[in-house]
Structures are given as structure tokens and as C-alpha cells.
């Protein structure tokens, strides 16, 4: 059985854990398979937006096989664990040392925990079922976050409501998550995984340069002096302002028609 799998729906991209009598949680070589994955895609110019879930109805992804990683803890030389994993692109492909400027869903179906949660967190949005749940446990064991749990949560939901989360190392569930913005909607289980793929869709019709440079600016202004944010803010327009998809988007505005942009 492959452990992540990888299905093109157009220009959307769906990629799910595949590991359910494990609540979809990633071993080394799972893990492994998801930096792959999220390098193709980031690679592949008809591939404008991903899809990630969980299979099954009870998880997203509980996080780290501890029984594999603790293997391979105790067996990997110190040198090039930290090489490979510290310093690479982290748990889920994309939580650290991987930027992709392309817009990423997470279906969150069930279980987000740890870096299950964290993998969610470095996605752009985050659709869920009534049955999911997040948590960062790990002040519950001795440790904490590790893969930009302690980052990005603050950024989403704010300091306070990612104190609660992080020092409690309570769950929470997905009418708080939407309380707090931790999560956009939430759809009917039955309908979850249609409905972040249609809404997918509807991201892949827009001019996928809009969406690069945006996200790019977003993401590189985080902690900058506001005007150093706001130049960066306005050469990127002045960037985008140059290419073929604007000229496309205000000819389609001009006849009336849905735009038809080539990411050049």
C-alpha cells in the first residue's frame, strides 16, 4: 500500500496520507515520500493548487510513527539526522525549509495532532469536519513544538488563544477552532473532501502569478518594519502589474468572459 498518494484533478492536486490503521501518521519514510511529493508539485507549472488530507473518517495526521521515530532517534548519527530532518524541510514536507507559493488546503477530516497539526498549520487554509480536533500535546510529555507550531499559531489565531493551545496541551475542537479563525469552514464529513476540492478548483481559475507573489509578499513581510513591509508590497505589484495573466485579466474584464491565465 503506498503511503501518500498523489492524484492530479486538473490544475488541483490531491495529496492524502494513506495510512489509516495508523491515524495516518508518518514514519521516516512517509515523511520522506511527502517531501517528494510537495517538491513535484512546487516543480509543476499545471499544478496551481494542492489538496491534503487524511484517509478515512478519524484522522488527519495524529502526527509522528513514534515508534519509527524513536528508532531511528536512537540509530541515525546525529550529524545526518540533523542534516536530513532538522535542517530540512521538516515533518509533513512543508513546515519548515520548503516555501511554495502556491496555494495549499487542508481537509482536516479528524485528528490533527502535533505535527499532524503542524502540517495543517503550514497550509493556507484549513477547511474541517465537525469531528476534527487540534492539539499541540507535547507539554503533556516534557517537550514542545518543533515544527512552527509555536510560529504560526500565534500568527492565525493570535497570542492569547495560542497560549491556551500550546501550554495547555488540550484539544480543541472544530466549533472553537472556527471561534478562534484556526480554521475557515466547516463542512458536513460526507462533504468535506468535495467541497475543499471545488473550492480548490475555483483558486486554480485564478491567475496563479496573483497568487505567488502574493503569498511570497506575505510571507517574507512577516516581522518587517511596516514601511520596508509596504515597499515590498508595492515593487511586487509593480512586478506583477508587468506580466501577460494582468493583461489577460483586464482584456477578459473588458469582454466579459472568465480569463484565461497562463502563469506568464
Given at each position: 500500500m503506498t503511503d501518500i498518494l498523489y492524484e492530479a484533478h486538473g490544475a488541483v492536486?490531491?495529496?492524502?496520507?494513506?495510512?489509516?490503521?495508523?491515524?495516518?501518521?508518518?514514519d521516516f519514510d512517509a515523511n520522506d515520500e511527502m517531501i517528494r511529493v510537495w517538491?513535484?508539485?512546487?516543480?509543476?507549472?499545471?499544478?496551481?493548487?494542492?489538496?491534503?488530507?487524511?484517509?478515512?473518517?478519524?484522522?488527519?495526521?495524529?502526527?509522528?510513527?513514534?515508534?519509527?521515530?524513536?528508532?531511528?532517534?536512537?540509530?541515525?548519527?546525529?550529524?545526518?539526522?540533523?542534516?536530513k530532518y532538522t535542517n530540512g524541510p521538516g515533518f509533513g514536507g512543508i513546515t519548515r525549509n520548503l516555501d511554495i507559493d502556491k496555494?495549499?488546503?487542508?481537509?482536516?477530516?479528524?485528528?490533527?495532532?502535533?505535527?499532524?497539526f503542524e502540517l495543517a498549520l503550514a497550509c493556507d487554509l484549513r477547511f474541517c469536519s465537525p469531528s476534527a480536533e487540534f492539539a499541540l500535546q507535547d507539554a503533556k510529555w516534557g517537550f514542545h513544538a518543533c515544527d512552527g507550531g509555536l510560529i504560526r499559531l500565534p500568527?492565525?489565531?493570535?497570542?492569547?488563544?495560542?497560549?491556551?493551545?500550546?501550554?495547555?496541551?488540550?484539544?480543541?475542537?472544530?466549533?472553537?477552532?472556527?471561534?478562534?479563525?484556526?480554521?475557515?469552514?466547516?463542512?458536513?464529513?460526507?462533504?468535506?473532501?468535495?467541497?475543499?476540492m471545488s473550492y480548490a478548483q475555483m483558486l486554480a481559475s485564478r491567475a496563479p502569478l496573483s497568487h505567488r507573489f502574493a503569498k511570497e509578499v506575505m510571507r517574507r513581510s512577516m516581522g518587517m518594519p511596516m514601511g520596508e513591509a509596504l515597499a515590498l508590497e508595492s515593487r511586487s505589484f509593480r512586478d506583477v502589474a508587468m506580466t501577460e495573466d494582468l493583461a489577460e485579466g483586464v482584456q477578459s474584464f473588458k469582454e466579459r468572459r472568465p480569463a484565461q491565465f497562463k502563469g506568464r
Open positions: 492536486r490531491l495529496i492524502t496520507i494513506n495510512r489509516p490503521d495508523k491515524m495516518n501518521s508518518l517538491r513535484e508539485f512546487d516543480a509543476d507549472d499545471a499544478a496551481r493548487v494542492a489538496v491534503v488530507t487524511g484517509a478515512g473518517d478519524k484522522a488527519f495526521c495524529a502526527g509522528a510513527d513514534l515508534k519509527t521515530y524513536t528508532l531511528n532517534f536512537a540509530q541515525a548519527p546525529a550529524p545526518e539526522f540533523r542534516a496555494p495549499i488546503v487542508a481537509a482536516v477530516n479528524g485528528f490533527a495532532i502535533s505535527g499532524g500568527q492565525i489565531v493570535g497570542m492569547g488563544h495560542a497560549m491556551e493551545i500550546i501550554l495547555s496541551g488540550e484539544r480543541v475542537d472544530a466549533e472553537h477552532a472556527y471561534r478562534i479563525g484556526l480554521v475557515n469552514r466547516i463542512h458536513p464529513a460526507g462533504e468535506l473532501l468535495d467541497k475543499s
